[in-house]
């Protein structure tokens, strides 16, 4: 599986973005797709996931802000993130797998930088 995510940019607190993930390769390989993000001096952390019937979870930190989404025709995978906080910086990474435990293939991250 391959991973190529975008969308990265930045943008004002409580501004909002849009990511996207482009998978290719196998489908039953990316049957869950997550995002996970690093922030400078941090490790990598739980963002999102959305399984192959749309069903997703979320970090607290995120709840009630991103939206996690699935183009099953178009394999891609977004992130909807609204009012956005200093805190959400970060490099975000999109990952896929066969199952809950956690990816198996990484794509390159893309950068969120949030200014207030």
């Known amino acids: 599986v391959q991973l190529q995510a975008s969308g990265g940019g930045l943008v004002q607190a409580g501004a909002s973005l849009r990511l996207s993930c482009v998978a290719s390769?196998?489908?039953?390989?990316?049957?869950?797709m997550y995002w996970y993000r690093k922030a400078p001096g941090k490790q990598r952390v739980f963002v999102a996931n959305?399984?192959?019937?749309?069903?997703?979870y979320y970090a607290d930190s995120v709840k009630g802000r991103f939206t996690a989404s699935r183009d099953h025709a178009a394999r891609t995978m977004y992130l909807q993130m609204t009012s956005l906080k200093d805190e959400d910086t970060a490099v975000y990474y999109c990952?896929?797998?066969?199952?809950?435990?956690?990816?198996?293939?990484w794509g390159q991250g893309t950068q969120v930088t949030v200014s207030s």
């Open positions: 990952g896929a797998a066969r199952n809950w435990d956690g990816p198996e293939y």
């Open positions: 390769g196998s489908t039953m390989l990316s049957s869950v």
């Open positions: 959305v399984a192959f019937n749309d069903r997703t």
